[in-house]
């Protein structure tokens, strides 16, 4: 069974710092996996996806994320935080492209 | 190109009833599938469908149900409902599968009471 865990519900930076959301997973296969985020009362928007090929992955808006394969890592990095990074984000991992199991969300505070 | 649709955005239902939710989805996906979103129990897989054949299927009850038709959109049934089944809803499509990332559509949220 694949699953997902968020290191840290909330995480809080200031504008201008490095943005670090952390994800492990576990799959019994190669997994795809991909980066969410969720503004209020809206839905997902894909940030990013690891397939196959270059485990450095740059998504929109800036965020880029590596694909670790011994640590079961996927975490989510952005240099420089902007106030419209304050969201909620979702990392998720699925098989073969189907079903998307999601972590819990992390949700991201910036201050200026 | 517009996006994944989901009709209504918001509905409120009594214990007991029924609901129909519906989605569109990118033209051209042919996958498309729906989640429920809680505060509680995060976001979770309901079924998946493709050419208008259940694919996937997450681990709820019977009253959850959905359908596809042959332009690939897609509803979703909650019979009998519960309190518990006041969520946001949200639909995704892909064109084949998951592998290139599911869109998101902005989501149904249905309260129960």
């Known amino acids: 069974a694949q699953s997902v865990t968020q290191l840290g519900s909330h995480v809080s930076v200031s504008e201008g710092a490095l943005v670090l959301l952390r994800c492990n997973y576990s799959s019994s296969v190669p997994p795809y996996l991909f980066w969410y985020v969720q503004y209020p009362n809206q839905g997902l928007q894909l940030l990013l996806k690891?397939?196959?090929?270059?485990?450095l992955v740059k998504g929109i808006n800036g965020f880029e994320a590596e694909f670790k394969k011994s640590e079961t890592s996927f975490h989510l990095t952005k240099p420089s935080a902007h106030m419209s990074d304050a969201a909620e984000y979702f990392c998720?991992?699925?098989?073969?492209?189907?079903?998307?199991?999601f972590g819990a969300g992390t949700i991201l505070r910036v201050k200026s | 190109k517009a996006g994944v649709t989901q009709t209504p955005r918001y509905l409120i239902k009594t214990r007991g009833q029924q609901v129909t939710l519906s989605c569109s989805p990118i033209?051209?996906?042919?996958?498309v599938s729906w989640y429920q979103q809680t505060p509680g129990q995060g976001l979770q897989f309901l079924f998946e469908?493709?050419?208008?054949?259940?694919?996937n299927k997450g681990n709820f009850p019977g009253r959850f149900s959905g359908r596809q038709f042959s332009n690939s959109r897609s509803e979703m049934n909650v019979s009998t409902l519960e309190l518990g089944d006041s969520a946001l809803y949200l639909c995704?499509?892909?064109?084949?599968?998951?592998?290139?990332?599911?869109?998101f559509g902005s989501g149904t949220r249905l309260t129960v009471v």
């Open positions: 690891y397939t196959t090929g270059a485990t």
């Open positions: 995704a499509s892909s064109p084949e599968g998951g592998g290139g990332g599911y869109t």
């Open positions: 033209s051209g996906h042919r996958s």
């Open positions: 469908y493709f050419s208008e054949t259940q694919r």
């Open positions: 998720a991992v699925s098989q073969y492209g189907n079903k998307l199991v």
